[in-house]
């Protein structure tokens, strides 16, 4: 008794005698596939994503809240933390660089009087 199949690959239908669930079978178009199993698992990295779907892909806190189901409060509160604060190592380089030009008009000042 003969049994119709489809290839996975190319959809061509074509019979085959009676098998074995899970005998390969190869098609015309070369593609082997396996009798009475069901299609292969869908390859999740082959589809896009989108930030919709998954919290990993957000590339905001508002994307992420709206993927996990976090209330939009929490997303500010995760904005006010990611904030870049300028103040903190910007005026340290601001007073390191001022300090390093006063002592070097300093020296200055000291060599020019010194060989006067």
């Known amino acids: 008794m003969a049994e119709t199949v489809q290839c996975d690959q190319c959809g061509r239908r074509f019979q085959v ?14 593609h082997v596939f396996r009798v009475g199993q069901a299609a292969a698992p ?3 990295f082959s589809q896009e994503l ?5 919290p990993l892909l957000a590339e905001t806190p508002a994307q ?14 995760i904005e006010k933390r990611m904030a ?12 390191i660089t001022g300090g390093v030009v006063a ?14």
């Open 17 to 30: 005698a009676t098998a074995v669930p899970g005998q390969p079978v190869k098609c015309v178009c070369g």
């Open 42 to 44: 869908v390859d999740f």
């Open 50 to 54: 989108s930030a919709n779907d998954n």
């Open 64 to 77: 992420w809240a709206k993927a996990t189901g976090a209330p939009p409060e929490i997303a500010s509160q």
């Open 84 to 95: 870049k604060k300028l103040t903190g190592n910007a005026s340290f380089m601001m007073a």
């Open 103 to 116: 002592l070097m008009l300093v020296i200055g000042l000291v060599a020019y009087l010194l060989n006067r």
